[in-house]
């Protein structure tokens, strides 16, 4: 079984930063992509950022391209969620997942098997 366990999420004025962080456990973290996805009230979910196995390629939805940055540190398990700029429409639940497979398109193109609890991202006015 996987676990994966976010935090750093809170509240935070428009314009501002915030980085999310997301620990994982239960099998060889450094084998398989990790992604972020986002969910707002009365929206779908969305995709966020993918990161492949080494960390050596990403992958960013075109809402966030510019502001946000996904990098992992394959020695502690962890991937990270950078993010600036920040205004209203990021509001939402931001989820890690853990893909089954080494690549950002696993990611993006499927679903992944394994997600965190969420943590909740609010940008104020």
């Known amino acids: 079984q996987v676990q994966l366990v976010e935090s750093g999420g809170g509240l935070v004025q428009a314009g501002g930063s915030l980085r999310l962080s997301c620990a994982a456990s239960g099998r060889t973290f450094s084998n398989y992509a990790m992604g972020w996805f986002r969910q707002a009230p009365g929206k779908e979910r969305e995709f966020v950022a993918a990161i492949n196995w080494g960390g050596g390629v990403t992958y960013y939805a075109d809402s966030v391209k510019g502001r946000f940055t996904i990098s992992r540190d394959n020695a502690k398990n962890t991937v990270y969620l950078q993010m600036s700029s920040l205004n209203s429409e990021d509001t939402a639940v931001y989820y890690c997942?853990?893909?089954?497979?080494?690549?950002?398109?696993?990611?993006?193109?499927?679903?992944?098997?394994?997600w965190g609890q969420g943590t909740q991202v609010t940008v104020s006015s």
């Open positions: 997942a853990q893909s089954s497979g080494s690549s950002t398109t696993d990611v993006v193109g499927g679903v992944p098997p394994y």
